[in-house]
């Protein structure tokens, strides 16, 4: 460090390091935060639990109303036991996600064709605005009549309900991409599908995923929908059910795993999210 | 940056992937242009008729909202006059022209493509894959980027994006290069650094250059034949109303009493009192 040539050398590995260090150092950082933001959002729920506790021990509302979270674990355990949780939870998962994964597909697919090509626009757009303006309820009659109860009205129910999130989201940003991009890409010969994977599709990934996220929330609603209506399995089921039968703790079960399992695949899909958005955005 | 760099050796005109490489002339025909249809049609652009030899740097000066940028769109094809022609090279301008590059008055970088990519995007189509890597690294030597190479626009300063911006266009070989306000954004000291950058870029690459500038002073510096677009009083539409031929070898010395007058002049046919500046 005291000699002059040394420092400059000194200096310049410093700056080196420190880069490599403030990495390290923001890497430890975001752990750090992303372990505060945990903590902090366990708060809630465990204040309502125990909330939930005091209330069942003191006896504020009876048992037959709000059963102890200690009953809905017992409940969870029998069904679990007996291998009905596992199917509830299986054949639910798998409705949301292939409604999710064909709605989504069809989605990408015609809000881009739509958002894309004024022809397909002046074509297809009116037709869909009027689709759109049905609420999708609407159709659960005429699905279980086309497709009796089976599958594929449930699927093709939740797939409905995740196609428009999609639909809107992608023709919207399609139309906002800045055009002074697009006319520079086709001032240097960029031009169809080369124009659409280097400009337009880059441009829209960020409001392609938060439609994605929608379109996931409301492929949950939409298999409840479903489910509550017509079905022999799943976690909509298990609610009429427990309903029926006035098994409040199976009532409860059925709805906190709806909660967990929603907000697990959001967070799954949030992380490919913000890989998606730092690569493009 | 010149050290690295081979001098005016014209570019072989082996490989037939990169287009036209030696300086094309342009020509304006009686063009003219309007916007808006009935009563709220407006002519921005009329009877524009000039010749720009190939090679020379024309710099177009004039007020703002004159249509400089609508002059430069219609040499690109990206927009078609409602009036007359441009012609290339003695054929006309009929949609986007290959044989032009163009950097806008905006950097106008794709945001999510490091400057590496954002430059290649200019190589004419067919370019070989070794072939336009040589050349994009060559560019990025050139316009100084080397160190900001993989970084992506918004990472790097507003004058490093237009240099990429220049650097995209020149990627594309172009035998027009049409520059809109290539150095608007920056501050004094940056643009005489890319003033002479672009008379190094053309003496590697030979093409044509139409310069829009709002600067008197570049134009002087930088220009073979200045055109000064205006409007009469009686009529609607911008017309070029001066032409002025810019003596002396580049780089010019700015001091010199000849270009001063030259200077009165011009600020006078743009309206502004020089006395004052
Ligand atoms: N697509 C368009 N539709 C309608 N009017 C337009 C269009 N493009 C340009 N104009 C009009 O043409 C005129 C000239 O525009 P242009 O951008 O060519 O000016 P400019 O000389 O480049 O100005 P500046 O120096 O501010 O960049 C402006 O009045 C503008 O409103
Ligand atoms: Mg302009």
Redesign the pocket.
């Given at each position: 460090m005291a000699l002059p040539g040394a420092h400059t050398t000194t200096k310049a590995e410093g700056s080196a390091a420190s880069r490599g260090g403030a990495t390290a150092a923001a890497r430890r950082a975001s752990r750090q935060e992303l372990a505060r933001r945990i903590g902090l959002g366990a708060v809630v729920p465990v204040a309502l639990v125990a909330l939930w506790q005091a209330a069942s021990t003191l006896g504020w509302v009876s048992a037959v109303a709000l059963p102890a979270p200690a009953s809905v674990v017992e409940a969870a355990g029998e069904l679990a036991g007996r291998g009905e949780l596992g199917r509830h939870i299986g054949i639910s998962v798998q409705r949301v996600l292939i409604g999710f994964g064909i709605g989504a597909a069809l989605g990408l697919a015609l809000g881009s064709l739509v958002g894309l090509s004024k022809w397909a626009d002046a074509l297809l757009g009116p037709t869909i605005g009027a689709f759109r303006a049905v609420p999708s309820l609407a159709w659960v009659p005429l699905l279980i009549l086309w497709m009796k109860i089976g599958e594929d009205s449930k699927v093709t129910l939740i797939a409905i309900g995740a196609f428009f999130p999609i639909f809107t989201t992608v023709y919207l940003a399609l139309r906002h991409v800045d055009k002074n991009l697009v006319e520079a890409a086709r001032a240097f010969g960029l031009k169809g599908l080369k124009l659409l994977t280097t400009v337009q599709l880059p441009a829209v990934v960020p409001a392609v995923f938060s439609g994605l996220r929608l379109a996931l929330a409301q492929s949950w609603l939409f298999l409840v929908a479903a489910e509550l209506i017509a079905s022999s399995m799943g976690l909509g089921f298990l609610l009429t059910d427990s309903q029926n039968n006035g098994r409040t703790d199976r009532l409860l079960l059925a709805i906190i795993l709806l909660a967990v399992i929603g907000k697990i695949t959001d967070a799954l899909l949030g992380v490919v999210e913000r890989k998606a958005v730092t690569r493009w955005a | 940056m010149t050290a690295t760099f081979a001098p005016a050796a014209p570019h072989p005109a082996g490989s037939a992937t990169a287009g036209p490489r030696s300086a094309l002339g342009v020509s304006f025909r009686g063009l003219g242009r309007s916007f808006g249809e009935g009563t709220a049609r407006r002519t921005v652009l009329r009877d524009i008729d000039f010749d720009v030899v190939p090679g020379e740097l024309v710099a177009i000066l004039g007020p703002?909202?004159c249509g400089?940028?609508?002059l430069?769109r219609a040499v690109a094809g990206l927009d078609a006059p409602s009036a007359g022609e441009v012609l290339i090279d003695g054929t006309a301008v009929e949609g986007i022209d290959g044989r032009c590059a163009v950097a806008f008055?905006e950097p106008r970088l794709m945001p999510w493509q490091s400057v590496r990519r954002n430059v290649a995007l200019g190589l004419p189509h067919g370019t070989g894959k070794a072939e336009g890597d040589a050349r994009v690294d060559e560019l990025i030597d050139l316009v100084e980027l080397g160190a900001h190479a993989s970084h992506r626009p918004r990472e790097i300063s507003g004058g490093m994006a237009q240099r990429a911006s220049l650097a995209r266009a020149l990627a594309r070989r172009p035998g027009v290069l049409l520059l809109?306000?290539p150095f608007g954004a920056l501050d004094a000291l940056t643009r005489l650094k890319m003033q002479d950058l672009l008379l190094e870029v053309r003496r590697v690459a030979p093409a044509t250059v139409l310069l829009?500038t709002h600067d008197v002073d570049e134009a002087l510096q930088l220009a073979d034949r200045i055109l000064v677009l205006g409007r009469t009083p009686d009529r609607e539409g911008a017309t070029i109303s001066e032409v002025l031929t810019v003596p002396g070898e580049r780089p010019r010395d700015r001091a010199s009493a000849e270009l001063a007058r030259m200077r009165s002049a011009l600020l006078e046919s743009l309206g502004v009192d020089s006395h004052r500046h």
């Open positions: - | 703002s909202g400089k940028s609508t430069l008055q809109d306000e829009v």
